[in-house]
Nanobody
Framework: QVQLVESGGGSVQAGGSLRLSCAVS????????MAWFRQAPENEREGVAS???????MYVDSLEGRFTISRDNAKNTLDLQMNSLKPEDTAMYYC??????????????????WGQGTQVTVFS
């Protein structure tokens, strides 16, 4: 049974850092293209970062290099290191997995498996 469980969210002052983790069961993080998405209140869900099976990464342009996506094969987790956080990063963050191998993509329709989300709040 496929399951994605996010953790690591919380409240942090602007300029701070958080590390999100997505614990995966039912497959290995090296098996599928995976991604992080986020959704702020009254906004559509947007792709933040994606990682394919060959560890190629893609990021949404607005991040300006502040986030890093990675995977830990030993722990079977997908992680998102978020630095220099801004109030506009406030959102529910979701982990997602495609059901196959794709180039990194932030297209929501590619992803079949989703976690329940973890809240990130950045205050100024």
């Amino acid at each position: 049974q496929v399951q994605l469980v996010e953790s690591g969210g919380g409240s942090v002052q602007a300029g701070g850092s958080l590390r999100l983790s997505c614990a995966v069961s039912g497959f290995g993080t090296w098996d599928y293209t995976m991604a992080w998405f986020r959704q702020a209140p009254e906004n559509e869900r947007e792709g933040v970062a994606s990682l394919d099976v060959d560890v190629r990464a893609m990021y949404v342009d607005s991040l300006e290099g502040r986030f890093t996506i990675s995977r830990d094969n030993a722990k079977n987790t997908l992680d998102l290191q978020m630095n220099s956080l801004k109030p506009e990063d406030t959102a529910m963050y979701y982990c997602a997995a495609a059901g196959g191998h794709y180039y990194p993509t932030l297209s929501e329709t590619t992803y079949h498996y989703w976690g329940q989300g973890t809240q990130v709040t950045v205050f100024s």
